[in-house]
């Protein structure tokens, strides 16, 4: 992502702008779903 920043200020000799926006969520695939809830250990203030 840096490369392409970089890349981008070169071709427009330093004039150019860049700018980052989320764009979706994906779904977890379930197997990594459960090892993530198997994993997770709750704080405090998340019980």
């Known amino acids: 992502m840096f490369e392409y920043r970089a890349l981008g200020f070169l071709v427009a000799s330093g004039r150019g702008s860049y700018t980052r926006a989320f764009s979706h969520?994906?779904?977890?695939?379930?197997?990594?779903?459960?090892?993530?809830?198997?994993?997770?250990?709750?704080?405090?203030?998340?019980?």
């Open 25 to 47: 969520y994906q779904p977890v695939p379930a197997a990594i779903q459960q090892q993530l809830t198997a994993a997770f250990i709750p704080t405090e203030e998340e019980d």
